[in-house]
């Protein structure tokens, strides 16, 4: 393990805000991580355990304590199974399995952030989520103090949610097993703009790195792959998740899909731009992406309040305007 001091947590997010670490402590395999929040634990000092930080709003004050960032590598295969360390690069993983004819996640393709992550929003994109391939998640559990695996039913997960999430600090993610399709046979096409862009009907199937090719193209051109380059990527990916409401409080006009239970899927992108936040609406250091109403974004010198400001004014208008109250994605963090 390595620790450093006084290192700010803007240097260690997408959305660059966040003030002083008090001590950083990067732990690069699961021993080591297991042994720091022990150790963060049993000294009563404030801990912050940190993937690759592309799912925070880290706090302008910093973090007066630890923060233990997973730094962990490795990714296992056994057959059709692929047990991944906590902070093996997201995207890297989802390369190697189009690179090794396993088919599960190739429309996760782009998404920023570390494996450890993945189940605890249940990260999903494009027709897929992981709790769709995922079989295990190793975790520590810091109330119990002890490790252990958590099989999917356990992991009680929903849309964007799940039990590690619902239980926030509990648990520590170890590594994650997941189950997928040997041969490169694809799975179908589930999203309609996929679809579209591979020149498929959705249901059909189309090779796993056309859809890998397909996904990221998307994903650029709505500045959503991490790119130093690029202002539009210095954001969190979606910031609101497309609210899941009873099918009569439908809104006129906005797209909307089947969810479970007679309940339907509204478009958070149309939401917040139909309330008056198109792309490129800007408000101080912070505003809409330029080129995806529902990412937001920051320049520097902006702040986490400045942000958190802004959301809740989308939020409060999108309520007022059309009686839907649309939910943070990305965790606002607080010692």
């Not at 690759?52 to 590598?73: F, H, K, L």
């Not at 782009?110 to 994109?125: D, Y």
């Amino acid at each position: 393990m390595q620790v450093r001091r006084d290192v700010p947590l803007a240097d260690l997010t997408t959305l660059a805000v966040g003030g002083p670490i008090e001590r950083l402590v990067e732990a690069t395999e699961a021993d080591g991580l297991v042994a720091a929040v022990r150790e963060a634990d049993e000294s009563g000092r404030p801990l912050l355990v940190l993937g690759g930080g592309s799912n925070v709003v880290a706090p302008d004050d910093g973090w007066p304590g630890d923060v233990v960032a997973v730094r962990s590598r490795g990714i296992e295969r056994t057959g059709d199974e692929l047990v991944v360390q906590a902070g093996e690069p997201w995207d890297d993983v989802v390369a190697y399995t189009v690179e090794n004819r396993l088919a599960g996640m190739e429309a996760l393709s782009g998404i920023p952030g570390s494996t450890g992550a993945t189940p605890v929003q249940n990260v999903g994109a494009y027709g897929q989520e992981v709790a769709q391939t995922i079989t295990a998640v190793r975790v520590y559990d810091r109330a119990e103090k002890s490790e252990y695996t958590l099989a999917p039913v356990e992991c009680g997960f929903g849309y964007r949610d799940s039990r590690l999430k619902r239980e926030p600090g509990r648990f520590v993610v170890l590594d994650v097993t997941f189950g997928l399709h040997p041969g490169g046979l694809p799975r179908p096409v589930g999203y309609a703009e996929l679809a579209r862009r591979l020149g498929v009907e959705v249901g059909e199937r189309a090779p796993l790195a056309d859809v890998r090719t397909a996904v990221l193209e998307l994903r650029r051109g709505k500045g959503m792959v991490l790119d130093p380059a690029d202002p539009d990527s210095r954001s969190a990916g979606s910031f609101f998740t497309n609210p899941i409401v009873p099918a009569e409080r439908a809104v006129e006009g906005c797209p909307s899909w089947t969810a479970a239970h007679g309940q339907i899927k509204l478009s958070a992108a149309w939401l917040v731009q139909h309330a008056g936040f198109g792309r490129g609406t800007r408000e101080g250091h912070v505003g809409t992406s330029s080129r995806h109403s529902l990412a937001l974004t920051t320049e520097p010198g902006a702040t986490a309040a400045e942000l958190l400001a802004f959301a809740d004014r989308i939020i409060a208008t999108v309520q007022d305007k059309f009686g839907v109250t649309l939910e943070r994605e990305p965790t606002a963090v607080r010692p």
